[in-house]
């Protein structure tokens, strides 16, 4: 009976260290597990984190650098995006004006013309009959 009693004791402890090996790589998995999901969420708190910082900060720097931009534009006594629209749309309307008054000078034209060629026909036909008496 010894023996026998030997197998039991190899055979519980066996089952034994099985069942303890078994809950302790369970809890590992649920610990990595947990682990893990808290990594993933501590990650993507970093990314927010970092692109929100990154987008503040490309803002500040367009603004530092706009600001450096128009300096070196007074400067050299250069007008600035702003200034440069403003002429683009005076130029625009002083084109407008001038064609308009293309027109008006066209229309001027020929209605001279016209009564110059008039005035001249009835000059011919003076002429004429002057020449005919």
Known sequence: MATTELLKKVLYTGVGVVATTTDRVKKSIEEISQ???EAEV???KKVEDFT???TARREEMSARFKKVVDTVLGQFDLPNRTEA???NAKIAELEEKLAAKKKTVRKTTRKTVAKAKKTVENAVE???EVVKK
């Open 35 to 37: 682990v893990s999901e």
């Open 52 to 54: 929100g910082d990154l």
């Open 126 to 128: 003076e002429v004429k």
């Open 42 to 44: 501590e990650g993507k």
């Open 85 to 87: 629209e403003n002429l």
